[in-house]
């Protein structure tokens, strides 16, 4: 994974984020993931991450 990070005045508008809980050998993982670039993505720990209602 690529530690290179994108301001946000270079996004173009034409990125679609999307989020997942998945399976690894250590444990579920969140992936959050912008599937119109590659390698722009990353996981964590399920146990590590916030709940919506955390976000409020």
Do not use: C, N, Q, Y
């Not at 599937?35 to 720990?45: G, I």
């Amino acid at each position: 994974m690529s530690t290179k990070a994108t301001p946000a005045s270079a996004v173009d508008g034409e990125s679609e984020v999307m989020a997942s809980i998945d399976d690894a050998p250590d444990g579920e993982r969140v992936v959050i993931a912008d599937v119109t670039t590659d390698d722009a993505w990353l996981a964590m720990p399920l146990r590590d991450a916030s709940s919506l209602s955390d976000w409020r």
